[in-house]
T-cell receptor, first 114, second 117 residues
Framework: AQTVTQSQPEMSVQEAETVTLSCTYD???????LFWYKQPPSRQMILVIR??????QNATENRFSVNFQKAAKSFSLKISDSQLGDAAMYFCAYPGAGSYQLTFGKGTKLSVIP | EAGVAQSPRYKIIEKRQSVAFWCNPI?????LYWYQQILGQGPKLLIQFQNNGVVDDSQLPKDRFSAERLKGVDSTLKIQPAKLEDSAVYLC???????????????FGAGTRLSVL
């Protein structure tokens, strides 16, 4: 069974500072994608960033970047220059090849302190 | 471009009653997903449709849950009869399914929060 583990139930960061959210996953596949989704109190899941496993370069989207360690099966999200609007639940997700469903971690609740 | 639409936003029912949720995916998206998100957990897939056919419903409690996607567009998810443990947020998502399922981004609706009393 595919598993996605987020070991930090809650994190906090000062506004304008940098925070890193951790995620590990289990797979026997070699080619796959990984996703980070954000879920604000409005409940709508919003894609933050995705990483292609066969690409060695870490994905970057504005203030969001990932540290992808394929051998360690680690996929952490770094948020730079944190803003109040970044406060939300963050979910790591893995859609295993051959399995169409997204498997989500339990999430990390991020608080941004003004 | 309009996003995934879901209704209602909230629903409160008593146990053993029935309830239905509606989802309209992004135009042109062939794949539609229903997820259940229990408080404090990540979403869990209930059922996946490709056009109007079921791709995966292995985690759908079929004794009480049913779903359909007529004409390959809108979808409804029904619970009958509801149990206390069905209290959750029900999320609908859609994707275009081009280039292989695992690569496609899933776009989510705002979900329906169900409370079963």
């Amino acid at each position: 069974a595919q598993t996605v583990t987020q070991s930090q139930p809650e994190m906090s960061v000062q506004e304008a500072e940098t925070v890193t959210l951790s995620c590990t996953y289990d797979t026997s596949e070699s080619d796959y994608y990984l996703f980070w989704y954000k879920q604000p109190p409005s409940r709508q899941m919003i894609l933050v960033i995705r990483q292609e496993a066969y690409k060695q370069q870490n994905a970057t989207e504005n203030r969001f970047s990932v540290n992808f360690q394929k051998a360690a099966k680690s996929f952490s999200l770094k948020i730079s220059d944190s803003q109040l609007g970044d406060a939300a639940m963050y979910f790591c997700a893995y859609p295993g090849a051959g399995s169409y469903q997204l498997t989500f971690g339990k999430g990390t609740k991020l608080s941004v302190i003004p | 471009e309009a996003g995934v639409a879901q209704s209602p936003r909230y629903k409160i029912i008593e146990k053993r009653q029935s309830v239905a949720f509606w989802c309209n995916p992004i135009s042109g998206h062939a794949t539609l997903y229903w997820y259940q998100q229990i408080l404090g957990q990540g979403p869990k897939l209930l059922i996946q449709f490709q056009n109007n056919g079921v791709v995966d419903d292995s985690q759908l409690p079929k004794d009480r849950f049913s779903a359909e996607r007529l004409k390959g567009v809108d979808s409804t998810l029904k619970i009958q009869p509801a149990k206390l443990e069905d209290s959750a947020v029900y999320l609908c998502a859609s994707s275009s399914s081009r280039g292989g399922f695992s690569k496609n981004i899933q776009y989510f609706g705002a979900g329906t929060r169900l409370s079963v009393l």
